[in-house]
């Protein structure tokens, strides 16, 4: 059952973001979460979702797919403090454009992105914006955790000898001598090392912090 002074408080933050809001007089904003002081709302998860601005799990329905979009965003929001203390790098436009183009891409066409924008109710700048934050994150990533991680030649072969040398006879691949796909190993095993480290990061900055999932939807 919910106390008193969590529907108090869940009151307190739709007000908030109610009044917040420029469409204050006709719309009222649901909260999704809080992360501290800072709110993000539930139209800010159907937007990225509409506009499928993180990669759409296998198999996830519209639910499942929501609140992994929640989730992210969450980490995002979390991790950009990281990055405002210590600096954000620049972000070249080439590069923007290059993830623009990539999500565009999990569309049909440019046009049914162009047209889940609108349904989005944001503009291309608005979109490109959101872009520059994610890649500016990204980038503090690989240069505070990619070269503390190293992979050496003993591990490189066991991963092949093992997992990756199984991996492909069970899928009717040829298994190729090791010289030929030794730095493909090195990559793999480094991005799968590189991933644990954000995930330990991302839980030590969420038990650092207050928050609150209210909704998704």
Do not use: C, H
Not at 164 to 173: A, F, I, K, P
């Amino acid at each position: 059952m919910i106390s008193e002074r969590t529907a108090v408080r869940t009151a307190f933050l739709l007000l908030v973001v109610a009044l917040a809001s420029p469409l204050a007089a006709a719309t009222v904003d649901r909260v999704a979460a809080v992360i501290d002081r800072q709110i993000l709302a539930v139209s800010e998860v159907g937007q990225m979702a509409e506009l499928r601005f993180f990669p759409r799990p296998k198999n996830a329905d519209e639910d499942d797919y929501r609140r992994s979009v929640l989730d992210a965003l969450i980490a995002q929001a979390l991790r950009f403090r990281d990055v405002e203390r210590f600096g954000a790098q620049d972000i070249t436009r080439d590069q923007i454009e290059a993830r623009l183009k990539e999500i565009e891409g999990r569309f049909a066409s440019p046009a049914d992105f162009d047209a889940a924008m609108r349904r989005a109710e944001l503009m291309p700048d608005e979109v490109r914006a959101l872009v520059k934050r994610q890649l500016q994150v990204e980038a503090y990533i690989q240069e505070r955790f990619s070269p503390l991680i190293f992979v050496s030649t003993e591990e490189i072969e066991d991963y092949y000898n093992g997992p990756w040398s199984q991996q492909r006879r069970e899928r009717g691949l040829a298994v190729q001598p090791l010289g030929e796909v030794r730095e493909e190993i090195r990559a793999a095993l480094k991005s799968s090392r590189l991933q644990s480290e954000i995930e330990k990061w991302t839980t030590q900055l969420r038990a650092r912090a207050n928050v609150d999932v209210l909704a998704w939807r």
